[in-house]
T-cell receptor, first 110, second 120 residues
């Protein structure tokens, strides 16, 4: 069945470092891909998404490109801030349901 | 827009009691709501999908009689954990989906902040 695999955390970086969180998927058909973020004490928020191959989603300095050839949707940010500390989830859509990765906790130190 | 609330945000109960968790869409009507369970350091597990006015569809392995879901209105769904036991302790999250979204957003869901349940 469809599944999402993302890198285990926690990922600890210093402020202004470059961030990559890997996400790969297996799916039949052509799913949409999402990154959600969960800040401490808050609900899940949609960070960005891509609906077809080669689409690039971007928001708040984060980017991810839908790579069909490598079945990947890696999350990147050029310069992280302390406020980016959160748990990041990669997900794909299957009809109206979402299939989730395990989440990656990101810790940014000043 | 698209705000979803959950109540309570945390609850502690004794083993054997029942606990009700509410999920409300505050500024839109949600024809479909989803209930998830999140274990520590693990992903979200979809428990059930509820459509307003009809019975919920439970995922394989989720006990219908233990996790009662009611979606009586377009803005409210409830999850009742019956005869709770310590193994039911978890973080429960709901999400809601409006009946129509612009093209390209049809599969978006809007999430509540979650409810932390601890069963002693």
């Amino acid at each position: 069945g469809d599944s999402v695999t993302q890198m285990e955390g926690p990922v600890t970086l210093s402020e202004e470092a470059f961030l990559t969180i890997n996400c790969t998927y297996t799916a039949t058909g052509y799913p949409s891909l999402f990154w959600y973020v969960q800040y401490p004490g808050e609900g899940l928020q949609l960070l960005l998404k891509a609906t077809k191959a080669d689409d690039k989603g971007s928001n708040k300095g984060f980017e991810a490109t839908y790579r069909k050839e490598t079945t990947s949707f890696h999350l990147e940010k050029g310069s992280v801030q302390v406020s980016d500390s959160a748990v990041y989830f990669c997900a794909l859509s299957f009809r109206y349901q979402l299939i989730w990765g395990a989440g990656t906790k990101l810790i940014i130190k000043p | 827009g698209a705000v979803v609330s959950q109540h309570p945000s945390w609850v502690i109960c004794k083993s054997g009691t029942s606990v009700k968790i509410e999920c409300r869409s505050l500024d839109f009507q949600a024809t479909t709501m989803f209930w998830y369970r999140q274990f520590p350091k693990q992903s979200l597990m979809l428990m059930a999908t509820s459509n307003e006015g009809s019975k919920a569809t439970y995922e394989q392995g989720v006990e219908k009689d233990k996790f009662l879901i009611n979606h009586a209105s377009l803005t409210l769904s409830t999850l009742t954990v019956t005869s709770a036991h310590p193994e039911d302790s978890s973080f429960y999250i709901c999400s809601a989906r409006p009946p129509s979204l612009p093209s390209g957003r049809y599969n978006e869901q809007f999430f509540g902040p979650g409810t932390r349940l601890t069963v002693l």
